[in-house]
Nanobody, 125 residues
Framework: QVQLVESGGGLVQPGGSLRLSCAAS????????MYWVRQAPGKGPEWVSI????????WYADSVKGRFTISRDNAKNMLYLQMTSLKPEDTALYYC??????????????????WGQGTQVTVSS
């Protein structure tokens, strides 16, 4: 049974930091590109970041470049998103997702092979 389980969300003040985690199981994690996608209230989903199967290449949306860092640990089947200098506009439900083939710009669940249940990030004073 395939599972992607996100954790680490919460309430943080503007300028603060959070680290999201995604635990993967039920598939060959190291063979899949991994993604973070977010959806803010009342808005469509937005891709945030992508990491290559071996972690050697990463991609970031312009809105988070320089503030967020994606990483993975293939030995532990874990995906991470380190978020710094958080802004109120980063408030969203954050999902991790996976695909065998690179899906640049993909943001909807049906574009990926697997999709998690999400973790809420709220940036507010």
């Amino acid at each position: 049974q395939v599972q992607l389980v996100e954790s680490g969300g919460g309430l943080v003040q503007p300028g603060g930091s959070l680290r999201l985690s995604c635990a993967a199981s039920g598939f060959t994690f190291s063979s899949y590109y991994m993604y973070w996608v977010r959806q803010a209230p009342g808005k469509g989903p937005e891709w945030v970041s992508i990491i290559h199967t071996a972690g050697v290449v990463t991609w970031y949306a312009d809105s988070v470049k320089g503030r967020f860092t994606i990483s993975r640990d293939n030995a532990k089947n874990m995906l991470y998103l380190q978020m710094t200098s958080l802004k109120p506009e980063d408030t969203a439900l954050y999902y991790c997702a996976s695909s065998r083939r690179l899906r640049l710009g993909a943001s909807s669940a049906n574009e990926f092979d697997y999709w998690g249940q999400g973790t809420q990030v709220t940036v507010s004073s």
